[in-house]
T-cell receptor, first 114, second 114 residues
Framework: ELKVEQNPLFLSMQEGKNYTIYCNYS?????LYWYRQDPGKSLESLFV?????AVKQEGRLMASLDTKARLSTLHITAAVHDLSATYFC??????????????FGQGTILTVHP | GAVVSQHPSWVICKSGTSVKIECRSL??????MFWYRQFPKQSLMLMAT?????????EQGVEKDKFLINHASLTLSTLTVTSAHPEDSSFYIC??????????FGPGTRLTVT
């Protein structure tokens, strides 16, 4: 059974600081996703990582994937208040009955304060 | 524009009544739709997989007689919560299966059972 663990679960950051959210998963997968969720809203896709060593960046967020270590990171650079949200990583099923399914991490609640 | 729509976006119902939630794929045909449930401050949990023209498959622990899923056309999947109880109050989200569709979640339906 695929398990996905994020840490930290809660992150309080000062504006301007850097921090990293980690996502570990238990079995082989070739697809990892990062999502953002604002209160009362659905999920917004941030990054799709499809291969070992993949790195993607958008604004102050950068995501990477190490399939050998089964680890993905979401790095936040110079945080601003607008980044306050819950961030989820999710891992795609390998195939068969798991095809297309996503297993989610617990989520990281990020709060950026002045 | 939005790839998936849900209706209603929020609903309040009395305990013991049934509620139907619609999930529509816009501008494409979705043969398979995933239904998720999210309790406050928790992650998304897959409830069931809806297949056009055939029976839905349910995840372990999800009562198929309580959560009725119908996928009668390639653009519409419905989830009916029967005999709703307060513990069914949650945020219900659908997502189509397919290449690149992992990025697209429906906007969600917030159900409150009083």
């Amino acid at each position: 059974e695929l398990k996905v663990e994020q840490n930290p679960l809660f992150l309080s950051m000062q504006e301007g600081k850097n921090y990293t959210i980690y996502c570990n998963y238990s079995t082989t997968s070739d697809r990892l996703y990062w999502y953002r969720q604002d209160p009362g809203k659905s999920l917004e896709s941030l990054f799709v990582l499809l291969s070992n060593g993949a790195v993607k960046q958008e604004g102050r967020l950068m995501a990477s994937l190490d399939t050998k270590a089964r680890l993905s990171t979401l790095h936040i650079t110079a945080a601003v208040h607008d980044l306050s949200a819950t961030y989820f990583c999710a891992v795609g099923g390998a195939g068969g009955t798991s095809y297309g399914k996503l297993t989610f991490g617990q989520g990281t609640i990020l709060t950026v304060h002045p | 524009g939005a790839v998936v729509s849900q209706h209603p976006s929020w609903v309040i119902c009395k305990s013991g009544t049934s509620v139907k939630i619609e999930c529509r794929s816009l501008d494409f045909q979705a043969t398979t739709m995933f239904w998720y449930r999210q309790f406050p401050k928790q992650s998304l949990m897959l409830m069931a997989t809806s297949n056009e023209g055939s029976k839905a498959t349910y995840e372990q622990g999800v009562e198929k007689d309580k959560f009725l899923i119908n996928h009668a056309s390639l653009t519409l999947s419905t989830l009916t919560v029967t005999s709703a109880h307060p513990e069914d109050s949650s945020f219900y989200i659908c997502r189509p299966r397919g290449a690149n569709y992992e990025q697209y979640f429906g906007p969600g339906t917030r159900l409150t059972v009083t």
